[in-house]
C-alpha cells in the first residue's frame, strides 16, 4: 500500500482521473471546467483551505476566509471566466470558538464585497481541523474558455499578472520566524500579498482585446506553473532574468541571502496571480496593467542567471515535491 505523501498530490489527481466525468470544455488538465448550457458556458471550481496547513498561526481567521474565496475564483478569472456565486462547506472543530468562526464568515463576505460576488450561503460540519472549502461559479465572458495548454508557438512571449515575485514566499518565511519580530514594513508586504492576495478581475478587460494562448492560476508557485503550461508541449522560456529581478521585492533591504532568492521566486506559491502566453503586448499596455513580460518561448533549459530551475512547488502532502 501506497501512502499520497509519497506519490504527491498532482500524482494521486492523475489516478483519479479515470473517475470523473470530463466537461464540455477545458478536458484534461484544467483546474476550473467549463460546461455549455443554453445560453452560454458555466465556469466552476472548486479550492480548500486547511487550517493546519495553510494558516501560519499568527494569520487572522478573517483573512484565512478571504483567502479562500480568492483560491476559487483565482482559477475562473484565469480561464476568461467572470465569477458570480460562491457556495462554502466550512468544517470545524466542536471547541472551535464561536467568534474565530464569524470572523472566517466575514472574510468570505468582505471579499465577495471587495469583487461583487454572491454568497449563497453552504455547509457546516464537524471535523478535527479547520476547512473552508469554496465552490465559485461563474460564467465564460470570451468565445472560448482560455486553457491552460494552447497552441503555443516559438517567438511567442510569457506574462505575469501579479503581486512582486517573492512577496508570498518572503511573507511566509516571515511569519514562520520565531525569533524575528515583523517591523510595520514586512507586516504591509505580508497583509497585501499573503493574508489578502489581490484576485486579478483586470486580466478579464485585458482579454477583450489580446488573443491569448494559454492561462494559468499560479497557486503552486511559478516554476511549477510555467512548467505545467508548457508539459508535453516540447518547449521551454528563456527568462528575461532582469525584468523578473525588477519585479521582485527588494531582497537586499531584508537581508535575504542571495541562495534564498529562486526558492522565494519561484517555489512558493501562493500567489494567485495569472501567467498567460500570447505575442508580444505593447508597452502601453504593459504599463496599464501591470504586467511584466517574463521570457520568450524557447527550446532552452528552463534557467534563472545560469541555474536550472526545477519544477518543485506547493504540494499539499509534501510540501515541496520535486518532478
Not at 497585501?192 to 497557486?219: G, H, T
Request: charged content about 25%; glycine content about 8%.
Amino acid at each position: 500500500m501506497t501512502r499520497i505523501e509519497e506519490i504527491s498530490e498532482k500524482e494521486w489527481i492523475e489516478k483519479a482521473r479515470r473517475f470523473v466525468d470530463k466537461g464540455t470544455y477545458l478536458v484534461g488538465h484544467e483546474d476550473a471546467l467549463v460546461e455549455a448550457f443554453e445560453g452560454g458556458q458555466m465556469v466552476i471550481n472548486i479550492d480548500g483551505f486547511v487550517g493546519s496547513t495553510d494558516r501560519p498561526s499568527t494569520m487572522p481567521w478573517i483573512a484565512c476566509g478571504y483567502k479562500a474565496v480568492v483560491g476559487a475564483l483565482s482559477d475562473i478569472v484565469s480561464k476568461g471566466g467572470m465569477p458570480l456565486h460562491i457556495v462554502v462547506s466550512l468544517s470545524l472543530p466542536a471547541d472551535f470558538m464561536v467568534e474565530d468562526s464569524l470572523d472566517i464568515l466575514r472574510g468570505i463576505r468582505k471579499a465577495c464585497d471587495d469583487y461583487g460576488i454572491k454568497f449563497l450561503g453552504g455547509d457546516l460540519n464537524n471535523a478535527k481541523d479547520v476547512v473552508i472549502d469554496v465552490v465559485a461559479v461563474g460564467r465564460i465572458i470570451v468565445e472560448r474558455p482560455i486553457p491552460r495548454r494552447g497552441q503555443i508557438e516559438l517567438g511567442d512571449y510569457m506574462y505575469w499578472l501579479g503581486p512582486p515575485f517573492g512577496s508570498t514566499g518572503f511573507s511566509l518565511k516571515a511569519l514562520l520566524d520565531a525569533n524575528s519580530k515583523i517591523s510595520e514594513e514586512v507586516q504591509a508586504i505580508v497583509d497585501v500579498n499573503f493574508f489578502y492576495p489581490k484576485l486579478r478581475m483586470e486580466f478579464l478587460d485585458l482579454i477583450q482585446s489580446l488573443p491569448i494562448k494559454a492561462a494559468m492560476d499560479c497557486s503552486d508557485g511559478v516554476a511549477a506553473t510555467i512548467c505545467e503550461m508548457l508539459k508535453e508541449t516540447g518547449k521551454s522560456v528563456t527568462l528575461f532574468e532582469n525584468e523578473i529581478l525588477r519585479n521582485s521585492i527588494d531582497f537586499s533591504r531584508f537581508n535575504v541571502e542571495i541562495d534564498e532568492h529562486i526558492p522565494l521566486i519561484f517555489h512558493s506559491g501562493e500567489e494567485y496571480g495569472i501567467v498567460f502566453i500570447t505575442e508580444r503586448i505593447p508597452d502601453s499596455m504593459l504599463e496599464k496593467f501591470g504586467i511584466v513580460c517574463i521570457g520568450t518561448i524557447e527550446l532552452k533549459e528552463l534557467s534563472f542567471y545560469g541555474k536550472a530551475i526545477s519544477c518543485s512547488g506547493w504540494d499539499s502532502f509534501t510540501k515541496l515535491h520535486n518532478k
